[in-house]
C-alpha cells in the first residue's frame, strides 16, 4: 500500500470517527453541511468507522474512539476547534494505523478466499486406487497364497493373487527384492528390481487370534482397529454392522483413502489355515486342530491389501536415496500422519517397519504408513485418551513414544494429548531416511521421556537447511513448542517449490504467496491432464498440499522458516 493511499485513508477513518462522537452536535451539523456540499461536487468515498474491523475487535474499536475522542475534544476546548499541531499528529497518526489495520485485515481475506477456492478444486479430485474395484473376494478360498513376506508381533503377511484382482500398471514392481550393485567412478550405487509381482499383486495378513474366540463379531468387536484405513466395501453388507460395548452398532471409524496411508480392500474371518512356514514360524499361535501345542483360536481376521515391495527399513538398509527424495520421503509421511490427524486417528506405532515402499514412473520412492493395530480412533476425533489407570493402552513402540506421552504419569484427570506424537515419530525416523542412526533407538542411547535437545546428534550437512529446521522443531520436546504434521508439511512444500515466493516474504502479508499459490495450482491442474506425470509422488503431494489448504497454517510455516533462515548459522535448537 502507498504512503499517499495510507494518509487518504487515515485521513478519512479519523474524519469519520470526528463526524460521529468526537463534538456530537457539532459533528452532526458539519457531517450534514458536508454531505450536502458533497451532492452537488465530485464524489467521495465515506468510510464507516463500524466496518473497518471485525466484531471480534470491538473492543479496540471503542476504546481507540474513546481515545481519540478525549483527544480532539481537549484541542477543540483550547483552540475553538482548530487542536493544537500536538493533538492532530496524535489524531492523524490514529488513523493512519487503523487504515493499515484495515489494508491489512483485507489482504488476509483475499488471500483466505484464496486458499479455499483452491482447496475446493482440489479436494473433489479423489484419490484413485491403484488396483481395479473388484466386488468379490470375501473368502480365503477366493485367493491362491504365495510366500510369506512378513511377521509381526501380532500377525503374518503372505503374497497372494486372485483372478478378479489385477494392478492398473502393467509395469508395477514385485515383492520380492534382488540387489544389483553397479559400479560407477568408484562409488557403490545399489538399486532395487522386481520379479514377481504381476503374479502377486495382493498381501494377505493373517492376524493371531489369542482369547478372542471364534465368533465373527468377537473378532470384528476386538481388531476392529485394523479396519480403520479398510475401504467401503472391504466387508460384505451382512457384517458391516456388529456388537459393540453391547450395542448393535456399526463398525468404527475408518479413514477416506490418501496415497501414502494403506488401504484394505477386504475383511473377512475364516478358519486358520496351515500356511507356509507356520510350523517353523508361529506354531504357538495356530489353534489345536493343526498343532497340539497351539494356543490359537480357529478362526481369525483376515485383511487383504496391495503387495508392496518391501518395508522403509528394507529399503534403507540396501540404498541410499538422493538428496532430493529424502525429503520427498519425510514429506509423505507428513502428509500421511496429517491426514490421519485431521480424520481423528493417531497411529502410535509410526517406524520404519510399519511403513511400506514401491516406486512411481520416476523411480522416486512412495511411502505407505501400514499396520493400524495400535492407533487410537474415537468417534470424539479429538485424540486425547483419559490416563487414569497404569492399564490403559499407551500404543506401542516405548522408543519412538513421543515425550508427552512417554512421561505422562496416569491419575484423575489425566489426559494424554496425541496430535503431534505421530508428528515426533517422523521427525526421529527422518535420521534414518537421512543416513544415520535413529538416535531414540536403544542401540543409540536417548530416552524420549528424558533426552535434552541440545543432545540429538547433528543430521549429516547435506541435508537441506530447512529440512534440518523442520525435523529439530519436531524433535521438540514441548508439543506447545513442536509445529503439527500440517505446518511441518507446509514448510516443507514452500522450501521444495516456493522459495522464489519466499524471497522477498514477511510473516504478515500473504497476497505473493497467494499470487503463487495460483500458479501452482495451474501447473499442477496441467501436470494431472497430461497423462502419466500426474501419477508421480511429487504430483501427489502437490495436490494433497493444495486440497488442505489453511491461511493460518500457512503463516505458521512461513513463520518458522523465516524465523530459521534469520538465526543462521547460529544453532537451531537453542530456540
Not at 491489512?104 to 478444486?121: G, H, K, M, P
Not at 490427524?341 to 505407505?368: I, M, T, Y
Request: hydrophobic share 40%; with cysteine; net charge positive.
Amino acid at each position: 500500500m502507498s504512503v499517499k493511499h495510507a494518509l487518504s485513508r487515515g485521513l478519512e477513518l479519523g474524519r469519520s470517527v470526528f463526524q460521529l462522537g468526537l463534538l456530537k452536535p457539532f459533528g452532526r451539523a458539519a457531517a450534514k453541511l458536508r454531505a450536502d456540499r458533497l451532492r452537488v461536487g465530485q464524489p467521495a468515498r465515506t468510510v464507516q468507522p463500524q466496518a473497518f474491523l471485525p466484531s471480534r475487535y470491538r473492543y479496540y474499536r471503542t476504546s481507540l474512539r474513546g481515545l481519540a475522542a478525549q483527544l480532539q475534544s481537549a484541542g477543540f476546548r483550547r483552540r475553538f476547534g482548530a487542536g493544537s499541531p500536538r493533538n492532530r499528529a496524535v489524531f492523524l497518526a490514529f488513523g493512519l494505523g487503523v487504515g493499515l489495520i484495515e489494508q491489512q485485515l483485507e489482504d488476509d481475506r483475499r488471500s483466505a478466499a484464496t486458499c479455499q477456492e483452491i482447496q475446493a478444486v482440489f479436494r473433489k479430485k479423489k484419490f484413485q486406487s491403484p488396483l481395479r474395484p473388484f466386488t468379490s473376494g470375501y473368502k480365503l478360498e477366493d485367493y491362491v497364497i504365495g510366500k510369506q513376506i512378513g511377521k509381526g508381533s501380532n500377525a503374518a503377511v503372505y503374497e497372494a493373487a486372485a483372478p478378479f484382482a489385477f494392478p492398473k500398471e502393467s509395469g508395477s514392481r514385485c515383492s520380492l527384492v534382488e540387489l544389483k550393485e553397479d559400479e560407477d567412478e568408484g562409488q557403490t550405487a545399489r538399486s532395487l528390481s522386481c520379479c514377481s509381482l504381476r503374479n502377486f499383486p495382493l498381501a494377505v495378513k493373517m492376524m493371531w487370534n489369542f482369547g478372542t474366540g471364534s465368533s465373527s463379531e468377537a473378532i470384528l468387536r476386538s481388531m476392529s482397529q485394523e479396519l480403520v484405513p479398510a475401504g467401503p466395501l472391504a466387508l460384505n453388507k451382512e457384517r458391516e454392522q456388529i456388537t459393540l460395548d453391547g450395542h448393535f452398532g456399526v463398525l468404527p471409524k475408518r479413514v477416506s483413502a490418501h496415497p501414502n496411508v494403506i488401504r484394505v480392500y477386504r475383511a473377512f474371518t475364516a478358519d486358520v489355515p496351515l500356511l507356509p512356514g507356520a510350523q517353523e514360524e508361529y506354531p504357538d499361535v495356530l489353534p489345536a486342530r493343526l498343532n497340539p501345542d497351539g494356543l490359537g483360536n480357529n478362526r481369525t481376521l483376515f485383511l487383504v491389501m496391495k503387495n508392496y515391495p518391501c518395508t522403509l527399513r528394507q529399503y534403507l538398509e540396501v540404498s541410499i536415496p538422493s538428496r532430493r527424495q529424502s525429503t520427498l520421503m519425510v514429506l509423505q509421511l507428513l502428509e500421511g500422519v496429517d491426514h490421519l490427524c485431521r480424520q481423528g486417528v493417531a497411529h502410535r506405532d509410526l517406524k520404519s517397519d510399519n511403513v511400506l515402499l514401491e516406486f512411481d514412473s520416476d523411480g522416486c520412492p512412495r511411502l505407505v504408513i501400514t499396520d493400524f493395530g495400535c492407533c487410537l480412533a474415537q468417534s470424539d476425533s479429538n485424540l486425547q485418551l483419559p490416563f487414569n489407570s497404569i492399564w490403559v493402552d499407551r500404543g506401542g513402540n516405548a522408543s519412538l513414544m513421543a515425550p508427552e506421552v512417554a512421561t505422562a504419569v496416569p491419575g484423575a484427570g489425566v489426559v494424554i494429548d496425541y496430535s503431534k506424537a505421530d508428528a515426533w515419530a517422523v521427525g526421529a525416523i527422518s535420521y534414518e531416511i537421512f543416513g544415520q542412526r535413529n538416535p531414540f533407538y536403544r542401540a543409540v542411547g536417548l530416552e524420549s521421556r528424558s533426552y535434552q535437545e541440545k543432545q540429538l546428534p547433528p543430521l549429516p550437512s547435506s541435508v537441506p537447511a530447512d529440512v534440518q529446521l523442520v525435523i529439530h522443531l519436531l524433535l521438540r520436546r514441548n508439543p506447545n513448542k513442536r509445529p503439527s504434521a500440517r505446518v511441518a508439511a507446509n514448510m516443507l512444500h514452500l522450501s521444495l517449490w516456493g522459495r522464489k515466493a519466499l524471497a522477498n516474504q514477511d510473516s504478515t502479508g500473504m497476497r505473493k504467496l497467494a499470487d503463487w499459490l495460483l500458479c501452482q495450482s495451474a501447473v499442477v491442474l496441467l501436470k494431472g491432464c497430461s497423462g502419466p506425470s500426474g501419477n508421480t509422488v511429487e504430483s501427489e503431494l502437490q495436490r494433497s498440499f493444495l486440497s488442505n489448504l489453511e491461511l493460518e497454517d500457512l503463516r505458521s510455516a512461513v513463520g518458522y522458516l523465516l524465523y530459521g533462515r534469520e538465526q543462521r548459522p547460529a544453532c537451531i535448537l537453542s530456540a
